[in-house]
């Protein structure tokens, strides 16, 4: 694109078209240390609120910094504590009185330079002060790379419940850097790899192909095909964002896999798994239930399965949870309505369906 700036590495750019919200998602290798030229070239002037933690901030925070002073931003650090559960009302707080105290206004923005945890809070800071300024995505971590950086879904947890407080709200700009996850640890990666999975089996069977052959290359962090893989990925979640923005009716195809997946995170008190590998169960599951219920042929079922397998990613429901914790965790979960939950079925590689199942329904069908 002619309004990008020079000297970024196979740099890929894409646009979530969303009207007047529209916004473009630039992929590639070195992208972070022009953070400024970006911010500038989308229109953003005067003060910027870097919300981070000390973790991410250590390695990336003067990086961004730099390159934000040196376009002419004025620069505001914030950080919050490293962890899904600072991703809560307090932590927001903390950020309100800095953006206060600093004197943030309605032309200022935020930029979010961390994980999900980071984006989402960052995201619903800017979504809620003074009723809404501008704020830019910078993920760095491969979940916040192909997922939570897109799409416009902002919040916190709540004691009761994870997300129960938040709102969509669109990011001004996302920017994906390739180069930072050679600091994320392996775990976390292999994690986030779950999810570009999603993407292969809910809509697009060259991406699953891809990733077939080339799962080796990505696990060595080939950033040439980490930004193709990304960039693909976030096409995939733009196109369904944009076709029903506000998750009414297509949206939640993006939660295949994640009906277990959340059910074995919440049974597990969100202790064992990383998101990602219990949406890794849950996608082998609901392949697995697809193909119980007459939807998916045997041949699909068993890619689906090695392809998570050989991602590294576990498959099967540990003996030691109990079936009617999950099912607890599955009548609990917000998403389901009249005691039925629109559950993502599998019906070949790329292509998905819509089905109602009972959480005791879902759980005979597993076998339990
Ligand atoms: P996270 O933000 O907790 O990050 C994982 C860990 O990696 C943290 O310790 C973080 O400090 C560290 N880290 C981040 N980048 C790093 C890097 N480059 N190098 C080294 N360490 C790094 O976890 P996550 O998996 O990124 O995000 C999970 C969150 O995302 C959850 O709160 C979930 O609800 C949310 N989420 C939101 C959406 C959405 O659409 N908004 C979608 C999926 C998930
Ligand atoms: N992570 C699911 C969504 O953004 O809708």
Same mark, same amino acid.
């Given at each position: ?19 007047d919200r ?17 911010l500038?070239?989308a229109g953003l002037r005067g003060k910027v609120a ?23 931003f004025d620069?505001t ?18 950020i309100y009185?800095r953006l206060i105290a600093e004197r943030l206004e309605r032309q200022s923005c935020v930029l ?10 960052a995201g619903?800071a800017a979504a809620t002060f003074l009723r809404g300024i501008a704020y830019v ?32 709200y669109q990011p001004r ?57 990304? &960039?693909?990925?976030? =096409? !995939?979640? +733009?196109?369904?964002?944009?076709? $029903?923005? *506000? ?6 195809? %993006? ?28 996608? &082998?599951?609901?392949? =697995? !239930?697809? +193909?119980?219920?007459?939807?998916? $042929?045997? *041949? ?6 090695? %392809? ?28 389901? &309505? ?31």
């Open positions: 694109m002619s309004d990008s700036p020079p000297g970024i590495d196979l740099m890929q750019t894409l646009t979530v078209n969303l009207g529209s916004y473009p998602i630039y992929v590639g290798d070195g992208i972070l240390s022009k953070a400024g030229d970006f500038q070239r870097v919300i981070t933690n000390p973790t991410v901030a250590q390695l990336y925070l003067d990086t961004v910094h730099e390159s934000l002073s040196g376009a002419g620069v650090p914030v950080l919050v504590p490293d962890g899904e559960q600072h991703k809560d009302l307090r932590s927001l707080s903390v009185d979010a330079l961390g994980g999900g945890v980071v984006g989402d809070l619903f995505q910078l993920p760095t971590t491969l979940l916040a790379q192909v997922d939570s950086s897109v799409g416009g879904k902002t919040g916190v947890n709540h004691q009761e419940g994870k997300n129960l407080v938040g709102a969509f700009l996302v920017l994906i850097d390739v180069a930072v996850l050679q600091s994320l640890p392996r775990r976390e990666f292999i994690a986030g790899l779950a999810e570009v999975i999603k993407y292969g089996v809910i809509e697009d069977p060259a991406l699953f192909k891809l990733l077939e052959e080339e799962i080796g290359k990505l696990t060595s962090l080939d950033r040439a095909l980490l930004t193709q893989v990304i &960039a693909t990925s976030c =096409a !995939i979640k +733009a196109k369904i964002v944009e076709q $029903d923005e *506000r998750e009414n009716d297509y949206r939640a195809v %993006l939660n295949f896999g994640h009906t277990v997946g959340h059910a074995l995170e919440a049974a597990t008190h969100y202790q064992k798994y990383l998101h990602g590998e219990a949406v890794g169960i849950g996608m &082998a599951q609901a392949a =697995a !239930i697809s +193909a119980q219920q007459g939807f998916c $042929d045997q *041949r699909s079922l068993e890619r689906i399965r090695k %392809l998570i397998k050989k991602a590294g990613l576990p498959l099967e429901i540990p003996r030691e949870v109990s079936m009617q914790n999950l099912i607890q965790s599955m009548e609990m979960d917000k998403k389901s &309505a009249g005691g039925k939950i629109k559950f993502v079925i599998c019906t070949g590689i790329g292509k998905t369906r819509f089905h109602a199942l009972s959480p005791g329904e879902i759980l005979t069908a597993l076998g339990a």
